[in-house]
């Protein structure tokens, strides 16, 4: 005979009823997808300039991410628009004046486009992303913002690299 107490019986009778634990994968799945979802429409956020080698961007503390904008490139050699050679930085620096022609000319093309695909836009609402190389004199930076300025651009934005991550690309407005 067996002498178990009634608390030892009823433990006994207790774990017999109880099923193992089982996972619902259902539900499971569930949150794997809304977390799939929700890591692709934030991965969209997460700007950052193509910059050429032939470019090396100041450090800032900036935070401030880049929009997209129309890119205006200043290498030592050279300024581009959107890729295309518009001037030489020899040209430029013996110039006198602040509107850089050529330059401004680019830019007006720019607007055009952009205005025919989103209307007519504020002058002061309209962007536009310098990248200019570190060894680049600022004079030669002054004229190109004068000349963007000049072009109906209202918001100027210097690219720069962030100190804290050297990979991310961020803007400072100005």
């Known amino acids: 005979?067996?002498?178990?107490?009634?608390?030892?019986?009823?433990?006994?009778?207790h774990h017999k009823r109880a099923r193992p634990a089982t996972l619902h994968l259902v539900s499971l799945m569930d949150i794997f997808t809304i977390l799939v979802?929700?890591?692709?429409?934030?991965?969209s956020e997460v700007q950052q300039l193509d910059v050429p080698d032939s470019i090396q961007l100041p450090e800032s503390m900036a935070m401030e991410h880049p929009s997209e904008t129309v890119v205006v490139?200043?290498?030592?050699?050279?300024?581009?628009v959107q890729g295309e050679v518009i001037a030489s930085v020899a040209e430029v620096d013996a110039q006198f004046g602040l509107i850089i022609a050529p330059l401004r000319v680019a830019l007006k093309q720019?607007?055009?486009?952009?205005?025919?695909?989103?209307a007519a836009a504020d002058i002061e609402n309209r962007e536009i992303t310098i990248l200019g190389d570190r060894s680049v004199p600022y004079r030669i930076l002054k004229k190109v913002m004068a000349t963007c300025t000049d072009a109906?651009?209202?918001?100027?934005?210097?690219?720069?690299?962030?100190k804290d991550e050297a990979l991310n690309i961020s803007a400072a407005a100005y």
Do not use: C
């Not at 290498?75 to 581009?80: D, G, L, Y």
């Not at 720019?110 to 989103?118: F, K, M």
């Open 1 to 13: 005979m067996s002498s178990k107490s009634g608390r030892v019986k009823r433990m006994e009778r």
């Open 37 to 43: 979802f929700f890591l692709l429409v934030n991965q």
């Open 73 to 80: 490139m200043v290498t030592p050699e050279q300024i581009m």
């Open 110 to 118: 720019q607007t055009d486009r952009i205005l025919r695909a989103q």
């Open 152 to 162: 109906d651009y209202g918001k100027l934005s210097l690219a720069v690299i962030q």
